[in-house]
């Protein structure tokens, strides 16, 4: 089994700026061998829950929505196993709950159909 634990999200102005962390624990290689992807969603109120960015550590690479190209910034910690999401420059739009996710069937997908572990999320509330 592996367990998500997401962390720093809270209530911020527009502009500002926050950095959510996701620890996993227990978590080995995918046995998919899709590059052993991770990647942040988020689902705001009466939304589908939509990708954010996802990370592979094989190649290292990423991908980002559209909505926060040039502002957020995905990386991992792979001795502490962590997940990061630095959000930059957070408009009202990024309201939502953000779930950290891993072990992807299709790679560096940011559709969360992909994706076989979740955390509870951790709750993001930006106001103008």
């Known amino acids: 089994q592996v367990q998500l634990v997401e962390s720093g999200g809270g209530s911020v102005q527009a502009g500002g700026s926050l950095r959510l962390s996701c620890a996993a624990s227990?978590?080995?290689?995918?046995?998919?061998?899709?590059?052993?992807?991770m990647g942040w969603f988020r689902q705001a109120p009466g939304k589908e829950r939509e990708g954010v960015a996802v990370?592979?550590?094989?190649?290292?690479?990423?991908r980002y929505a559209d909505s926060v190209k040039g502002r957020f910034t995905i990386s991992k910690d792979n001795a502490e196993n962590t997940l990061y999401l630095q959000m930059n420059s957070l408009e009202p739009e990024d309201t939502a709950m953000y779930y950290c996710?891993?072990?992807?069937?299709?790679?560096?997908?940011?559709?969360?159909?992909?994706?076989?572990?979740w955390g509870q999320g951790t709750q993001v509330t930006v106001s103008s």
């Open positions: 996710a891993a072990d992807s069937r299709w790679g560096l997908s940011l559709d969360a159909r992909a994706y076989n572990y």
């Open positions: 227990r978590y080995t290689y995918s046995r998919y061998y899709s590059g052993d992807c």
């Open positions: 990370h592979c550590d094989r190649d290292g690479r990423i």
